[in-house]
């Protein structure tokens, strides 16, 4: 928890923290009793405060109020009980506090007198959002009261957060690793290139396809009159792809060089330039992503072997990744960027980097139970820009916001369902 130092003026006014703060509480109604037990008094002010600046619940001349304590420590309830207004001994006071939190987590406290109050047996764990219950037996009589405390907490109708693009996973185990940028090239694939030649040497009697056309295997590209026999005979195109070069005219001799080169755009691959400081942890078989240079991904490969010649210019060494191109958006030349993963670790529970949002001081998750979303602070470990190690703050299994969090956050925000720390 963070610690907030204070003047010495205002210590004694803020030694406790008011429970009521901590989302408006009583935000429901009134506080009640359970059937049977005396009602209690000043029904309709349950956001009343006592003079440790608690939330006040009264019952006849008795009355308690709750706070909780973080100065220097971990949040703890501290109760101070009166009747009529005068301080009653914690000794002559027994009490307990059940907490009801969203999703069905139950907490219970005990208490001990300390001082001039009861201390709470336990640490309060954020969120402080909870449907509290306080029952306090005193002289014989049984006191009870039941009010709500939510705190980070909205409820957000199904369609609303399908219209607002609100996606939901489960928190769970992931692999957490350093991110490592690579920078690379388009070229076209070494078997992405074919030479057709005719089968004797000849004159050039006719040329079906100019640089630029596309060709289907088995298509005529040429007609050649033998230099021996005299025959007219056709070259046929043995690939698919795209005429990259055209090397004869109606009236050329063949001369055994290659009428066209026909190139396959489909088969790419990207070339990264490897700095000397990723030589020693960048190896062949890695996973790579590779995006555009605005970050829209295009494909996930393996890393091929390292190329036999570097590249002085840059001082790097150059490794392939061949990225299929069918839909021929690729092109030979473009600049396109790599992530490639490295010390992966396996943890036991992540959740999307992308789903943490500020909250307070805390960074934090919004939970979600089916309309309700409340928040969870984190504390985290590792991070890569997928996933994020957790630590504690949110149980496993438990449905989170993953995309849209920030209108979650938003919508807190606007409803002030917070509290001051």
């Known amino acids: 928890m963070k610690k907030f130092p204070f003047p010495a003026a205002a210590a004694a006014l803020f030694l406790a923290v008011p429970l009521a703060a901590c989302g408006g509480g009583g935000a429901e109604g009134e506080d009640k009793h359970e059937e049977g037990e005396s009602h209690a008094e000043g029904e309709g002010e349950e956001d009343a405060k006592g003079p440790n600046g608690g939330k006040l619940l009264k019952n006849g001349d008795f009355a308690v109020e709750v706070t909780i304590f973080e100065n220097g420590t971990e949040p703890q309830f501290r109760v101070f009980a009166t009747r009529g207004g005068k301080p009653v001994d914690p000794k002559d006071v027994q009490l307990a506090i059940t907490l009801t939190r969203l999703g069905g987590d139950v907490d219970r406290f ?145 001369d055994g060089r290659a009428l066209y080169v026909v190139t396959d755009p489909a088969q790419t691959t990207v070339v990264f330039n490897i700095f000397p400081r990723d030589l020693a942890i960048i190896r062949p078989g890695m996973r790579v992503t590779v995006e555009t240079q605005d970050g829209a991904a295009i494909a996930t490969a393996p890393l091929g072997q390292f ?27 473009m600049a396109l960027r790599g992530r490639v993963m490295v010390n992966p670790v396996t943890v036991p529970l992540a959740v999307r980097t992308e789903a943490i949002q500020p909250f307070r001081d805390f960074k934090v998750v919004y939970a979600n139970f089916g309309q309700d979303y409340e928040v969870r602070m984190l504390k985290l470990g590792r ?39």
């Open 383 to 421: 991070s890569s820009p997928e996933w994020t190690e957790v630590l504690s703050g949110i149980k496993p299994g438990t449905a989170y916001v993953t995309k849209g969090s920030f209108l979650v956050r938003a919508d807190i925000e606007k409803s002030g369902a917070g509290h001051d720390h």
């Open 307 to 333: 190329l036999p010649d570097g590249n002085v210019e840059a001082g790097t060494a150059l490794i392939r990744a061949t990225i299929p191109n069918r839909s021929g958006t690729l092109r030979p030349g």
């Open 110 to 254: 005990t208490f001990r007198p300390q001082g001039k109050f009861l201390a709470g047996q336990g640490v309060v764990t954020e969120p402080h959002s909870f449907d509290v219950e306080v029952v306090a037996v005193t002289g014989g009589k049984r006191h009870v009261w039941k009010y709500a405390n939510p705190e980070g907490r909205t409820r957000i109708a199904t369609d609303a957060a399908k219209a607002g693009g609100i996606e939901t996973a489960v928190v769970g185990p992931a692999t957490v690793g350093e991110m490592r940028e690579l920078y690379g090239t388009v070229q076209l694939s070494p078997t992405a290139r074919s030479e057709i030649r005719g089968q004797f040497p000849g004159r050039v009697v006719s040329v079906t396809k100019a640089v630029g056309d596309s060709v289907r295997r088995g298509e005529l590209l040429a007609r050649i009159e033998s230099s021996e026999s005299l025959q007219v005979y056709p070259v046929y195109a043995t690939v698919g792809g795209v005429v990259a070069e055209r090397n004869a005219n109606p009236g050329d001799v063949t």
